[in-house]
């Protein structure tokens, strides 16, 4: 029990911790400045998001490689978790800058899919500890290539951060052969940048090996029809110019913007290439003081989605950090939650206004039609009889989960309270097997799902 409370400790402080990063890097950004004669303030928001993001990635590198640098050395189940943990979040956080990062040519699938996998095999040796097996031969030995590859990615990522000092480097100019970043990111596909193939039961395991965006339809939008498209989703606005900043090609193409605003504020937007979908934006905006309520907060973040053509969403999950409302929305038809259809938002409880927006599993995920159709073979009764009185049942209700390699499984979410501590338990519902179960930490800034 006193290292189920360590690691809850410390997952907590972890993430206030990254929280504190993300904060640093965006204000090193800033305080960098993009000072470029002859720059329009479109252009130079856009750097200062892209340096941002940078800076975050290196951030989430370094300590990934500190943490597998260590677990050469500690030997108790306690610490190794710690530091499972650490990675785990640290390679989310860098997958999540790599998206944003995402522009002109370069192809990031690869590094996104080595931060995947980094976060799911951190995940797969925490499960382990907590069911007390020991790490084999081969687990070390994919510890110690992991490691290597993070040290190697963070090497070249911090030597680059030399190079826009010295040099001047500017992500909005720089694409092409003679890239600093993109010898970086080519460097995990072209086997520069060594890692282990990975095998193992994680929840999501590889899931975007070779994604197809199953809900984007209709015909391919111009970069004007694209353009006039964004300045819709930021109908909240007063936008008074939208500048062209790449097109990014992955999995699906899509045309990034920079924006201004009558009031000064900045911020970037992407829209999809086919069907003109509005994939992601960010604005910054001061947060004073709280004028809406969390509820109001999770009112908004469900009409924004529906009035920008994505039906059927409801809040799964929310947290409020000072005055800003951070909220996951699934899909949800008949009563049963998609959770790989999901989309995430941020809202300011100051103007009650979206400030961003983030649709990729949606549009990657979203294939639903009344053809679509589940077996089930126990009942909601039979799911609730598997437990005992200590786990004391709030609500049962059936959702769609993820369950590795692109494919999903119909289960009963199963939630309730045992020991005062809240949990969410996933049984399969054709076979009754436990599927996946979610812990509930209470942190500062609201509840984290483990």
Same mark, same amino acid.
């Given at each position: 029990?006193?290292?189920?409370?360590?690691?809850?400790?410390?997952?907590?402080?972890?993430?206030?911790?990254?929280?504190?990063?993300?904060?640093?890097?965006?204000?090193?950004?800033?305080?960098?400045?993009?000072?470029?004669?002859?720059?329009?303030?479109?252009?130079?928001?856009?750097?200062?998001?892209?340096?941002?993001?940078?800076?975050?990635?290196?951030?989430?590198?370094?300590?990934?490689?500190?943490?597998?640098?260590?677990?050469?050395?500690?030997?108790?189940?306690?610490?190794?978790?710690?530091?499972?943990?650490?990675?785990?979040?640290?390679?989310?956080?860098?997958?999540?800058?790599?998206?944003?990062?995402?522009?002109?040519?370069?192809?990031?699938?690869?590094?996104?899919?080595?931060?995947?996998?980094?976060?799911?095999?951190?995940?797969?040796?925490?499960?382990?500890?907590?069911?007390?097996?020991?790490?084999?031969?081969?687990?070390?030995?994919?510890?110690?290539?992991?490691?290597?590859?993070?040290?190697?990615?963070?090497?070249?990522?911090?030597?680059?951060?030399?190079?826009?000092?010295?040099?001047?480097?500017?992500?909005?100019?720089?694409?092409?052969?003679?890239?600093?970043?993109?010898?970086?990111?080519?460097?995990?596909?072209?086997?520069?940048?060594?890692?282990?193939?990975?095998?193992?039961?994680?929840?999501?395991?590889?899931?975007?090996?070779?994604?197809?965006?199953?809900?984007?339809?209709? !015909?391919? /939008?111009?970069?004007?029809?694209?353009?006039? #498209?964004? +300045?819709?989703? $930021?109908?909240?606005?007063? *936008? &008074?110019?939208?500048?062209?900043?790449?097109?990014?090609?992955?999995?699906?193409?899509?045309?990034?913007?920079?924006?201004?605003?009558?009031?000064?504020?900045?911020?970037?937007?992407?829209?999809?290439?086919?069907?003109?979908?509005?994939?992601?934006?960010?604005?910054?905006?001061?947060?004073?003081?709280?004028?809406?309520?969390?509820?109001?907060?999770?009112?908004?973040?469900?009409?924004?989605?529906?009035?920008?053509?994505?039906?059927?969403?409801?809040?799964?999950?929310?947290?409020?950090?000072?005055?800003?409302?951070?909220?996951?929305?699934?899909?949800?038809? !008949?009563? /049963?939650?998609?959770?790989?259809?999901?989309? #995430?938002? +941020?809202?300011? $409880?100051?103007?009650?206004? *979206? &400030?961003?927006?983030?649709?990729?599993?949606?549009?990657?995920?979203?294939?639903?039609?009344?053809?679509?159709?589940?077996?089930?073979?126990?009942?909601?009764?039979?799911?609730?009889?598997?437990?005992?009185?200590?786990?004391?049942?709030?609500?049962?209700?059936?959702?769609?989960?993820?369950?590795?390699?692109?494919?999903?499984?119909?289960?009963?979410?199963?939630?309730?309270?045992?020991?005062?501590?809240?949990?969410?338990?996933?049984?399969?519902?054709?076979?009754?097997?436990?599927?996946?179960?979610?812990?509930?930490?209470?942190?500062?800034?609201?509840?984290?799902?483990?």
């Amino acid at each position: 029990m006193g290292n189920t409370n360590t690691s809850r400790k410390k997952f907590v402080i972890v993430s206030v911790i990254c929280a504190l990063l993300a904060i640093a890097a965006t204000a090193l950004a800033v305080m960098l400045g993009i000072y470029v004669a002859k720059e329009d303030d479109a252009r130079v928001a856009a750097e200062n998001s892209y340096r941002a993001a940078y800076f975050k990635l290196l951030d989430s590198m370094l300590d990934i490689e500190t943490d597998l640098s260590k677990m050469k050395v500690v030997s108790t189940g306690a610490m190794q978790s710690e530091l499972m943990l650490d990675t785990a979040i640290n390679a989310e956080l860098a997958g999540q800058s790599l998206n944003a990062l995402a522009q002109g040519d370069y192809q990031l699938e690869p590094t996104i899919k080595f931060c995947n996998q980094l976060q799911d095999f951190a995940k797969y040796i925490v499960k382990k500890i907590d069911l007390d097996q020991p790490l084999t031969d081969a687990d070390r030995e994919s510890l110690d290539e992991l490691h290597d590859a993070a040290l190697e990615l963070g090497r070249r990522l911090n030597a680059m951060s030399d190079n826009m000092r010295e040099d001047g480097y500017y992500f909005v100019e720089a694409v092409g052969e003679d890239d600093p970043f993109l010898d970086i990111v080519s460097g995990v596909e072209d086997s520069a940048i060594r890692y282990p193939s990975l095998i193992y039961d994680g929840p999501f395991s590889d899931g975007l090996d070779d994604p197809e965006p199953h809900a984007l339809d209709g !015909d391919e /939008v111009t970069e004007a029809q694209a353009a006039a #498209k964004a +300045k819709e989703y $930021l109908n909240e606005y007063e *936008v &008074i110019d939208v500048a062209f900043s790449a097109e990014v090609n992955g999995w699906f193409d899509s045309y990034m913007f920079a924006f201004t605003t009558k009031d000064g504020k900045s911020g970037s937007v992407q829209i999809s290439k086919q069907g003109g979908r509005l994939v992601m934006f960010d604005v910054y905006e001061e947060m004073v003081m709280p004028t809406f309520s969390k509820d109001e907060g999770l009112a908004v973040a469900e009409r924004y989605c529906r009035d920008h053509g994505y039906d059927g969403m409801n809040a799964v999950w929310s947290t409020v950090s000072d005055s800003e409302l951070f909220v996951n929305l699934c899909y949800e038809r !008949d009563g /049963v939650v998609f959770y790989p259809d999901m989309i #995430k938002l +941020k809202v300011s $409880l100051q103007t009650g206004k *979206v &400030i961003g927006f983030e649709a990729l599993q949606y549009i990657y995920n979203h294939e639903r039609d009344d053809e679509v159709d589940y077996t089930v073979e126990i009942t909601e009764e039979e799911a609730r009889a598997a437990y005992n009185s200590d786990f004391e049942i709030k609500n049962v209700r059936l959702a769609v989960i993820p369950t590795g390699g692109g494919k999903e499984r119909l289960c009963y979410e199963v939630y309730g309270v045992c020991d005062g501590d809240k949990y969410f338990v996933y049984v399969d519902a054709e076979t009754g097997q436990e599927q996946e179960v979610m812990q509930v930490i209470d942190g500062d800034d609201g509840e984290l799902l483990m």
